[in-house]
Nanobody, 127 residues
């Protein structure tokens, strides 16, 4: 079992940057693939980025490629999302999620594959 707590959200102007953090409890953090998702008002929760348990493989939604970077520090039980060149359409609640990845080959990129979720952090990008 793992519990997730996001932080780092806020209000930023278009073109600015934010770094989200997700702190995980539990001793098995390094066995989880980690993902970031977001949900804007009236829209479904969508995939943003994911990283394998080792950090050696990542995946991004087309809409954020080249602007966002996901990383993790297994010694600190933390995953990060560095967001640069933010746009108003990036405004959403951002959620951290964990997928038990032991034995899995492919990196999970859909919300249905993730078992554990944080409470979310609001990111608002003004134009």
């Amino acid at each position: 079992q793992v519990q997730l707590v996001e932080s780092g959200g806020g209000l930023v102007q278009a073109g600015g940057s934010l770094r989200l953090s997700c702190a995980a409890s539990g001793r098995t953090f390094s066995r989880y693939a980690m993902g970031w998702f977001r949900q804007a008002p009236g829209k479904e929760r969508e995939f943003v980025a994911a990283i394998k348990w080792s950090g050696g493989s990542t995946s991004y939604a087309d809409s954020v490629k080249g602007r966002f970077t996901i990383s993790r520090d297994n010694a600190k039980n933390t995953v990060y999302l560095q967001m640069n060149s933010l746009k108003p359409e990036d405004t959403a609640v951002y959620y951290c999620a964990a997928d038990w990845a032991l034995g899995k080959v492919d990196l999970a990129t859909t919300r249905y594959e993730y078992e554990h979720w944080g409470q979310g952090t609001q990111v608002t990008v003004s134009s």
